[in-house]
């Protein structure tokens, strides 16, 4: 057996420092996204890019892409040129339903999608994969499709245009063209290719080793004949957080030779756990997140506990030093959340050259957070089973495109 490179093995150690795929985000310090990117072969989203975002739509890019919440992507500028030839296009987006409540990390891609879906004026589709959950959880089938439900209103509340948006889970949804879609994809991905994506192993049950196509094929709109009918040449456009890569690493890989368009993706970072950048915010830690089920007193409770802190450990230090931005959570959050780009450098600045405390950030960060969830909290309540039944009907969305 020949011997292990050096290159080979700085990818092992590297690999084995930050893991990220569609189940698992852990890390040994910060994310590393440029090592991702690397890794992924995805590209920056650029300046540019993002110029060329705000010519197209004449608005201002959302708060994600003047940030770089959303820092990298496959095909977007093909896209853009779609577009601006006159052709159109189509948002998928999911949610994996293991939870009752959303936390904040969550409704990130549907802030994002429902921008996109706003200055596009395109349709979407979001998949619940209820069966995803019943595979990799511990949950039967029948809190699955509940969990599904649940979540559907989370989504909902954040806006979405019915007239433009089918969402549905997989239980409910998955055969005839869609199921069609599936197969073809599974007889161009060998078993060594999708261990070879995934990290398979071999006591994993084949459930796991057949659901990839599952998620793959909502990109190509003949899955949606009672939408895309004579459509078949659609592009679409995934926004997504970038540990669902491989799932669509491996759907362009055979969607050319089923003889589609390979799917763009722009995807987000991860919006870090309270206690600070080394993965994501974990549903199994209540304290890691802010849920959108949250009062007041929790988000507050939550903030000044648990946020961990870039400044000094004595106020005299801090005057003196600043405090660490890189490292400091209720800097991460209020790069999220607070809209005002003014506000947030002044509040960077002040903070890192120790004018402002670190009380002072967190009872700042409070207010928008709350702000948040309740404006989130109120929409959730408006929506109703009916209403979850009309997104998830299976219908043609007549006026999709204007």
Same mark, same amino acid.
């Given at each position: 057996?020949?011997?292990?490179?050096?290159?080979?093995?700085?990818?092992? =150690? =590297?690999?084995?420092?930050?893991?990220?795929?569609?189940?698992?985000?852990?890390?040994?310090?910060?994310?590393?996204? %440029?090592?991702?990117?690397?890794?992924?072969?995805?590209?920056?989203?650029?300046?540019?890019?993002?110029?060329?975002?705000?010519?197209?739509?004449?608005?201002?890019?959302?708060?994600?892409?003047?940030?770089?919440?959303?820092?990298?992507?496959?095909?977007?500028?093909?896209?853009?040129?779609?577009?601006?030839?006159?052709?159109?296009?189509?948002?998928?987006?999911?949610?994996?339903?293991?939870?009752?409540?959303?936390?904040?990390?969550?409704?990130?891609?549907?802030?994002?999608?429902?921008?996109?879906? %706003?200055?596009?004026?395109?349709?979407?589709?979001?998949?619940?994969? @209820?069966?995803?959950?019943?595979?990799?959880?511990?949950?039967?089938? =029948?809190?699955?499709?509940?969990?599904?439900?649940?979540?559907?209103?989370?989504?909902?509340?954040?806006?979405?245009?019915?007239?433009?948006?089918?969402?549905?889970?997989?239980?409910?949804?998955?055969?005839?063209?869609?199921?069609?879609?599936?197969?073809?994809?599974?007889?161009?991905?060998?078993?060594?290719?999708?261990?070879?994506?995934?990290?398979?192993?071999?006591? @994993?049950?084949?459930?796991?080793?057949?659901?990839?196509?599952?998620?793959?094929?909502?990109?190509?709109?003949?899955?949606?004949?009672?939408?895309?009918?004579?459509?078949?040449?659609?592009?679409?456009?995934?926004?997504?957080?970038?540990?669902? %890569?491989?799932?669509?690493?491996?759907?362009?890989?055979?969607?050319?030779?089923?003889?589609?368009?390979?799917?763009?993706?722009?995807?987000?970072?991860?919006?870090?756990?309270?206690?600070? =950048?080394?993965?994501?915010?974990?549903?199994?830690?209540?304290?890691?997140?802010?849920?959108?089920?949250?009062?007041?007193? @929790?988000?507050?409770?939550?903030?000044?506990?648990?946020?961990?802190?870039?400044?000094? %450990?004595?106020?005299?230090?801090?005057?003196?030093?600043?405090?660490?931005?890189?490292?400091?959570?209720?800097?991460?959050?209020?790069?999220?959340?607070?809209?005002?780009?003014?506000?947030?450098?002044?509040?960077?600045?002040?903070?890192?050259?120790?004018?402002?405390?670190?009380?002072?950030?967190?009872?700042?960060?409070?207010?928008?957070?709350?702000?948040?969830?309740?404006?989130?909290?109120?929409?959730?309540?408006?929506?109703?089973?009916?209403?979850?039944?009309?997104?998830?009907?299976?219908?043609?969305?007549?006026?999709?495109?204007?």
């Amino acid at each position: 057996m020949a011997a292990t490179t050096e290159v080979e093995k700085n990818n092992l =150690e =590297e690999e084995a420092e930050q893991v990220v795929n569609p189940w698992e985000v852990s890390s040994k310090g910060k994310i590393d996204y %440029d090592k991702l990117i690397d890794r992924f072969g995805c590209q920056k989203l650029d300046d540019a890019l993002i110029s060329r975002i705000e010519r197209l739509t004449s608005r201002t890019p959302h708060v994600f892409l003047r940030r770089r919440v959303f820092f990298a992507h496959r095909d977007f500028a093909e896209i853009l040129d779609a577009y601006e030839r006159g052709d159109k296009f189509y948002l998928y987006t999911g949610r994996g339903p293991s939870s009752e409540a959303l936390h904040l990390g969550h409704l990130i891609p549907f802030m994002f999608t429902k921008y996109l879906q %706003d200055v596009f004026k395109v349709p979407l589709v979001i998949q619940l994969t @209820d069966d995803e959950k019943f595979f990799w959880k511990n949950l039967t089938v =029948e809190e699955c499709r509940r969990l599904a439900r649940e979540n559907a209103k989370d989504i909902i509340a954040c806006g979405f245009d019915i007239s433009k948006t089918f969402i549905f889970s997989d239980f409910n949804y998955v055969g005839g063209s869609f199921y069609k879609n599936m197969c073809e994809v599974a007889t161009r991905v060998t078993y060594n290719q999708a261990v070879g994506i995934f990290g398979f192993a071999g006591e @994993d049950h084949i459930g796991k080793v057949s659901f990839p196509p599952v998620q793959a094929v909502p990109s190509f709109p003949s899955s949606f004949p009672h939408l895309f009918s004579g459509k078949e040449n659609l592009r679409c456009l995934i926004p997504c957080a970038i540990d669902q %890569d491989p799932y669509f690493r491996m759907t362009r890989d055979v969607a050319p030779r089923m003889g589609f368009n390979k799917p763009a993706l722009i995807e987000s970072i991860f919006f870090p756990a309270l206690q600070g =950048e080394t993965g994501k915010m974990s549903a199994s830690d209540p304290n890691s997140a802010i849920y959108v089920t949250d009062s007041a007193k @929790d988000i507050k409770n939550k903030v000044n506990k648990h946020a961990f802190s870039g400044g000094q %450990d004595s106020i005299e230090k801090h005057r003196q030093l600043g405090a660490n931005l890189e490292v400091d959570i209720p800097i991460k959050y209020l790069s999220f959340f607070l809209e005002d780009d003014a506000e947030l450098e002044h509040i960077k600045k002040e903070y890192g050259e120790g004018r402002m405390l670190t009380g002072e950030v967190k009872q700042r960060l409070v207010q928008v957070l709350t702000e948040v969830v309740e404006r989130h909290r109120r929409a959730r309540a408006s929506v109703t089973e009916e209403m979850v039944d009309a997104f998830m009907a299976v219908r043609p969305l007549p006026h999709m495109f204007d």
